[in-house]
């Protein structure tokens, strides 16, 4: 994989479709596929990885505790792993990566302008799959991402990983089928304590991983983010994956961050108005042909950038002593320790960043940073000017921008919008956020409702470059809400919103000095703010970037606020998840109508499910289960108290002339 044959660009991309676009989709489809496996894989198929799973000592081992747990009589309990087995498993097929390759091949070319590749990372990805088993770990979106992933790895000889998939997947008619031919293995969501099933799986998914089978994928997030944020990551998996590395099965084993960028998500609308409460649409086949008017659109262009495979050897140096791991028979279950479960949370946190800082951004998200502060519309000039201050900005601060060359800054401003017809549009030299079209809206309720989603689909991009921006923002706010200039009471304010806020953006574990010193040194390196040994100052000329961080933070700010309010005046001290999410709109309804509350964003039920999980680590509020439905206490003082914290010295209303 030469840069010469693929094309690279000056920035280590190439635009695969551009080959594409010249051969025909039935030769592309019949390629030879000649991947260079790993080097230590077990030549087997995907009835016998199926047998070892069966005949495990472990599986045994875990039917043998749970016979005595149980009256169930081994036999049952064997066919009944059997048949879980039967419903999870993959039959990856070469066949079937061809038929979908063929159908790929003519929807991306349709709806993508280009899908960029990093070509480094392609060259150590195919090394990386040669020496150990890997483990790739994209972000995840869209529906394109394990589509767009399985196609790149066809395109460029790479083995065709197996994906774990979420059920409602399976139950597709056909397409389920398709996709297991073609690498999805399917895993039933909240798990719980069935024990059984988490033996079958973390067996499975480690028979994999010892084998070499294939590479192995999965979503770390467990789900396509709604806001385009990064989700706090789900751990199940990653602690399977790893397991043979610590029993001493595999020498090493190699994590490859993904980030998948687009210039527009196939599936904006729907994301925003799952926020709002309308339910997802069921995974059908019917449905899926119904939604096929969406490849008449364009989505621009789309970036996948495979990290750098990370060893987890090397990362354990120094933190783990795996030896002891050693000690316990390779076949029996093993219970992480805390050492090991802290380990696996930082590591699982660690590959978000990564993800992160390799995402390509696009006019369009730092325009949508813009238009989110200007939401009575903004001149398309003074929209330009501000988007082009940004720029520099974000640039100072690390982030990985796309800008067309050779094409003017008003080009590149107007082509954007028009690409983003379904979010803003331009009339009269003045750019609005577009409600969505259809009957004009009866009740105020159904006005809220319009304005709403175009606020959230337009946040969404916002939140697609959020990452770059987080660490000043928390700085920001934190020098404005301290009690004096001094480092150790604006670290006291950082570390209380990097706690509050640490599920609506990822940080990693125990790291709050570090990603202070982050926000900070990007501050000072951009001339903003000034540091003496106890102090930190704001500069004369840096007030505009500190008046625009904050006004970043200013939605969630606001949001978080209304929902201590709700649960502060809210008369029950007990609530039910589905109360929550319906009492909560409703109060929030409400505030909006009156021009009490200003954010759309309050509205979005990531945020409030964000804020629950803060209040539960801040032990403000409990959760029990009662007749299967999470149940939340709600300590009030305690509520209040952090509401008063974050509200203490913060000055809501930043004027609108100060604004970006
Ligand atoms: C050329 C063109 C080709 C094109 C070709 C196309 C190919 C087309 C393929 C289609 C492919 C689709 C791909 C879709 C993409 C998705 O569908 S993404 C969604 C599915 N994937 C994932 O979710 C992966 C990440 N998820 C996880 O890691 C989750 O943790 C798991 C494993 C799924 C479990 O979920 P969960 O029940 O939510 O569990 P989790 O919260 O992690 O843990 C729950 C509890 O179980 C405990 N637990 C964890 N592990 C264990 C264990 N082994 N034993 C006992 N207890 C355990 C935990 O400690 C936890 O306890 P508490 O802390 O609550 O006390
Ligand atoms: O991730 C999935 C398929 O891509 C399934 O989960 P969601 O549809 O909830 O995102």
Partial sequence: MSADALGAEADGFFDMLEERRRSSDLSYAFRSFNPLPYRGATDISASTLNRMVLESQYLSYVIQEIMLESDEPREMLLEEASALLDEMSQNLQLGFIRLLGYAMNKVFKSVFSSIHVNEDGLTRLQQAIQEYPVILLPNHRSYMDFLVLSYIMFTYDLSIPVIAAGIPLMGMKLIGEIFRRSGAFFIRRAIGSDKLYWAVLSEYVRTIVRTGYAPLEFYIEGLRSRTLKSLTPKLGMLHMVLEPFFKGEVFDISLVPISISYERVLEESLLAHELLGVPKPKETTGAL???????????????????????????????????????????????????????????????????????????????????????????????????????????????????????????????????????????????????????????????????????????????????????????????????????????????????????????????????????????????????????????????????????????????????????????????????????????????????????YECLSSDLHKNVLSALLRMDAVTKTKVDDQNEFSVNKPAVKKIWDMLSHGWTPQISVDARL
């Fill in 289 to 599: 042909l119904k939604a096929r008017t969406v490849l008449k659109e364009n989505y621009g262009c789309m970036h996948v950038f495979f990290g750098n495979p990370v060893s987890v050897r090397d990362l354990v140096k120094g933190k783990i002593n795996h030896r002891q791991y050693n000690l316990v028979p390779r076949d029996l279950p093993m219970k992480p320790s805390k050492e090991m479960q802290e380990f696996v949370s930082g590591l699982a946190h660690t590959i978000i960043r990564l993800q992160e800082r390799n995402v390509v951004l696009s006019a369009w998200n730092l325009m949508a940073v813009v238009l989110l502060q200007n939401l009575q519309g903004i001149d398309l000039d003074l929209l330009t000017q501000k988007t082009l201050w940004l720029r520099r900005l974000a640039q100072r601060f690390g982030a990985h921008l796309r800008w067309p060359e050779n094409v003017s800054d008003s080009e590149v401003m107007s082509s954007s919008v028009s690409l983003h017809h379904s979010v803003v549009r331009c009339e009269g030299g003045r750019v609005y956020l577009v409600e969505e079209e259809g009957p004009g809206p009866v009740t105020q309720e159904e006005g809220v409702f319009k304005q709403a989603a175009a606020v959230l689909m337009c946040a969404s991009y916002r939140n697609q470059a959020v990452h770059v921006f987080t660490r000043p923002a928390m700085v920001a706010v934190a020098m404005t809400t301290a009690a004096s200039h001094r480092t150790d009471d604006i670290f006291h304010n950082f570390t209380f919103l990097l706690e509050l806020f640490s599920n609506e953006f990822v940080v990693i574990p125990g790291q709050a000095v570090q990603d202070f010193e982050e926000g900070c040194s990007l501050l000072q390196e951009s001339g903003v703010i000034g540091r003496s040994d106890e102090e930190i100052y704001v500069k004369d000329n840096g007030q505009e970037t500190i008046i625009f961080l904050r006004a970043i933070l200013q939605p969630f700010i606001e949001s978080y606020q209304v929902v201590f309010r709700y649960l502060c005046e809210e008369s029950s001290q007990t609530l039910s998840e589905k109360m929550f999410s319906t009492n909560i709109r409703s109060f929030i309804m409400k505030l909006l109508i009156s021009g009490e509350v200003q954010s």
